[in-house]
């Protein structure tokens, strides 16, 4: 039986596997500390337990983004047929004195070894502090649309079949 929406062990479906160790950009959603949505393209980090992203110590989204904050985070891909991974959380956040290892990391899966460690290491002279904000998922959905579409579609599915 397929997992539902919301159920965490859809994090080992292949397709959000795929997700999580690719190198399309996170969508990092949170509310402003005037109550405004926010929504930030991010490098990630998935270290098999929580997303981790990183962010200079002095980042205006450090005003709204506490220990305890609820994000919620979308990784998908640009062509058809789509697939996305949802998730919801609460954040923690760590200063971190250098660049933190799920950065580095990042780069190196979005840059490739020689150009990810040479980015790191202009950054380290840049950002001689950073925070690191993990994100450890309590809801998860996904979507590929071929098996597993937005609640929306499934249902005028089952009610065209229904019809039928």
Not at 85 to 104: M, N, S
Not at 138 to 160: C, K, N, Q, Y
Request: proline content about 7%; some cysteine.
């Amino acid at each position: 039986m397929a997992s539902k929406q919301g159920d965490v062990s859809l994090l080992d479906h292949p397709i959000a596997q795929e997700l999580l160790h690719s190198t399309n950009p996170a969508h990092l959603a949170y509310c402003w500390t005037d109550g405004t949505q926010r929504l930030v393209p991010i490098w990630f980090h998935w270290n098999g337990q929580e997303i981790v992203v990183c962010t200079p110590a002095d980042a205006p989204k450090l005003k709204a983004l506490t220990n305890g904050s609820s994000v919620a985070i979308t990784i998908d891909t640009a062509t058809p047929p789509y697939h996305v991974l949802l998730l919801r959380g609460k954040v923690r956040v760590e200063f971190v004195d250098g660049v933190p290892d799920e950065y580095a990391a990042a780069a190196e899966r979005y840059y490739g070894v020689e150009q990810g460690r040479a980015w790191v290491t202009q950054v380290q002279t840049l950002m001689p502090r950073m925070a690191r904000i993990a994100i450890r998922p309590e809801w998860v959905g996904l979507h590929d649309f071929e098996t597993r579409f937005p609640s929306a579609v499934e249902h005028a599915i089952e009610r065209m079949q229904a019809a039928v």
